[in-house]
């Protein structure tokens, strides 16, 4: 099949089509390559898919509505796995208008391409942000996500609303994939696990927000993309109404903030030095996800314990960074 993937050089993009292309599917991978973090480590991941010749890399923005438009009419996907997006919770509070460019106008020009162009499935990225601060868990797609505490969180629960419209309109397949905090080798150095890593390995204390009392559900990178790749071979059932599904993907399994913390000490083999802070803006204060709906339709079941999957990710950290 002919795929594209959005955020190509992003973290989840670029493992997400490492396994399309290992699955023999041609795969083109669109990325803008900005700044938000160093784009040497995009261009690192970019290099991870390089030796495929069954892919081939486009550097174009998604708000660029004509480029856009053009690359869906002249590539005629079969399938598009949308990835891209600006992430982080606390810089939506800095740089909202990225948030709009990025995860609004560019996830409309996704759908219009979608729909011109006869795609058979959109699978797209949502988040476990869009619970906000909800107190019952663990959280099910049946909940109501209608109290965002980020733009970020705001950003992907419109996705999700702008993705029902086209699935109504037009009869567009669409799933959205509501990840929880992801990590694994070549993560985001804007997330806890590179931050703390770093921070450790350097001996400079690590800020520990909401002095500790934090939980997560922590996500192998291998999980989250077997989960994806499941999913995108079963289509919505246009039959039962709406051709539009959402789903958990989780480690099903929350981690105490400071057992995490302990966990990436013990691969280390170093103590943290801890700066305890309150609460961030736009914080929540725990996720978890019920995957049994993903789980019942595709058979996922995420089976990193974090132990391991900090190991690898320590590892990679080390030989990327020669720490």
Request: hydrophobic share 40%.
């Amino acid at each position: 099949m002919k795929y594209l993937v959005t955020g190509a050089a992003g973290f989840i993009g670029m493992h997400t089509a490492k396994a399309l292309l290992e699955q023999g599917h041609d795969v083109v991978g669109i990325d803008n390559l900005n700044d938000y973090y160093d784009p040497a480590l995009k261009q690192a991941r970019l290099a991870q898919l390089a030796p495929f010749t069954n892919f081939r890399f486009i550097k174009l923005d998604l708000a660029n509505r004509e480029a856009m438009a053009q690359l869906f009419a002249s590539e005629q996907f079969q399938r598009v796995i949308h990835l891209g997006a600006q992430a982080g919770v606390r810089y939506s509070i800095e740089n909202p208008m990225a948030y709009v460019d990025s995860n609004l106008v560019g996830t409309m020009t996704i759908l219009e391409g979608c729909r011109h162009n006869k795609v058979e499935h959109l699978v797209y990225a949502s988040s476990s942000s869009v619970y906000g601060n909800q107190q019952k868990v663990p959280f099910s797609e049946t909940d109501s996500v209608d109290t965002p505490i980020s733009l970020y969180a705001a950003t992907k629960k419109s996705n999700e609303l702008m993705a029902h419209t086209y699935s109504h309109l037009y009869q567009l397949p669409t799933t959205g994939l509501r990840f929880f905090t992801v990590y694994g080798p070549w993560g985001r150095p804007d997330m806890a696990p590179w931050l703390f890593t770093e921070a450790i390995s350097q001996g400079r204390p690590i800020k520990v927000f909401n002095n500790g009392d934090l939980m997560r559900d922590f996500t192998y990178i291998d999980d989250i993309v077997e989960g994806i790749v499941r999913i995108q071979d079963v289509l919505p059932n246009a039959a039962q109404g709406v051709p539009y599904k959402l789903y958990n993907i989780g480690n099903n399994q929350p981690v105490k903030l400071e057992s995490f913390i302990s966990t990436i000490e013990q691969a280390l083999g170093n103590v943290a030095q801890k700066q305890y802070l309150p609460m961030q803006d736009g914080d929540v204060y725990q996720t978890y996800a019920d995957v049994s709906s993903l789980s019942a339709v595709s058979g996922f079941t995420p089976k990193t314990a974090l132990a391991e999957g900090i190991a690898q990710f320590v590892e990679w950290y080390k030989g990327y960074t020669n720490d």
